[in-house]
């Protein structure tokens, strides 16, 4: 947590970040821009999300993104995160391996 809260004030890490996240989700968005099933469309927007969210690191003040930071670096958060990106994997793990 104190790292991230450093997020802030180091912009040359968050412009890194920003471009990596970026250039993720565009690979996924132009690669993989399918919403045929639940699975799919989920692969889908979390291409979508990184793109929006390497948009903001790249184009959004320190004060903004300060007040981001801040609302979302609680511990109830990464709490919750975690458990929805195990739940969200299994899934995903579930369906492309041919299990559901």
Do not use: Q
């Amino acid at each position: 947590m104190p790292i991230i809260g450093a997020f802030v004030e180091e912009r040359l890490t968050r412009m890194l970040m920003g471009l990596l996240e970026l250039t993720a989700g565009l690979s996924i968005v132009l690669a993989h821009n399918d919403w045929s099933s639940f699975a799919a469309g989920t692969i889908t927007t979390i291409g979508y999300l990184l793109v929006i969210e390497g948009t903001m690191y790249l184009l959004l003040p320190n004060k903004a993104i300060g007040w981001v930071v801040r609302t979302f670096n609680v511990k109830a958060w990464y709490y919750t995160g975690g458990a929805l990106s195990i739940l969200l994997g299994a899934y995903l793990c579930f369906f492309g391996f041919g299990l559901f």
